[in-house]
């Protein structure tokens, strides 16, 4: 769990998500170098999935991508080994329960700890059946991340109090993808966190500028950003590596 500290011991933190495989793997090990070099606290990595139920448009044409490279898990497995040879920024997979239950719970949860993941995130779980994969993750020493959103309401002291690693915080209702205002939903939740127990939380969904990166920093410990990194993914291709370097940078800017 070590790596998982450091996450947020430098100040507000920030958080990008990419998906495993698009536009191939080769550019996805390269874009995990990139982000780490410009300074990124802990990449999330998406694993490919055909039925995304929380994602919009933008990742679920990243999934789609991904899926056409023929990447599998144990692929990206594979990848995620490759670069921990060499990099050591902490990881994390955001996947759904499916491919984890049809892959097999431990054998997922083990292998994933043995490439080096040091964090799971799974959207379409509540919170009331995470022990179909709490167990595993303990065993294995991985920390599996709590979201919470503004429908969770007197849900989030319960899952405040049982979370660990950090609390992933949906600022809007709806799929993933890029909006023009950010409600500020998340600051009331932060608060309900904040007075059950001392944890970070980081901000996703919707956040695409540096202003808006900046003002959730405001209220959080920590930024995520996804469909913005993956739409200059989809614009540049293979060709993808500098931009994403440059709009991160603008990004890291904003909130440190």
Do not use: H, W
């Not at 500290?5 to 990419?18: D, E, Q």
């Not at 080096?116 to 379409?124: C, E, Q, V, Y």
């Not at 993808?240 to 440190?256: G, H, L, N, Q, S």
């Amino acid at each position: 769990m070590n790596r998982l500290l450091r996450v947020f011991s430098n100040g507000k933190a920030f958080i990008p998500f990419i998906t495993a495989g698009d536009p191939n793997p080769e550019i996805t090990e390269r874009l995990v170098y990139e982000l780490a070099e410009e300074g990124a606290d802990l990449i999330e990595l998406g694993i490919p999935f055909s039925d995304p139920v929380a994602e919009g448009p933008v990742i679920q044409a990243a999934d789609n991508r991904a899926l056409q490279t023929g990447i599998t898990t144990d692929r990206i497995f594979e990848l995620v080994a490759g670069i921990r040879k060499s990099c050591d920024v902490p990881l994390a997979f955001m996947t759904y329960i499916n491919p984890v239950f049809s892959y097999g719970t431990e054998r997922f949860i083990k292998n994933s700890k043995e490439a080096g993941i040091d964090a799971l995130i799974i959207p379409d779980l509540p919170f009331e059946e995470r022990e179909e994969v709490k167990p595993y993750c303990n065993k294995y020493e991985i920390a599996f991340i709590s979201m919470i959103a503004p429908t969770s309401g007197e849900r989030i002291k319960n899952i405040a109090a049982q979370a660990e690693g950090f609390i992933y915080c949906v600022s809007s209702l709806g799929v993933t993808g890029i909006r023009e205002k950010i409600g500020l939903d998340a600051a009331d939740m932060i608060k309900s966190v904040k007075a059950v127990k001392d944890i970070p939380c980081a901000v996703g969904f919707g956040i695409s500028t540096p202003e808006q990166a900046k003002a959730m920093a405001e209220i959080s410990d920590g930024v995520i950003v996804g469909s913005a990194i993956v739409k200059i993914i989809e614009k540049y291709g293979k060709d993808c590596v500098k931009p994403v370097a440059e709009y991160v940078r603008t990004m890291i800017d904003a909130i440190k």
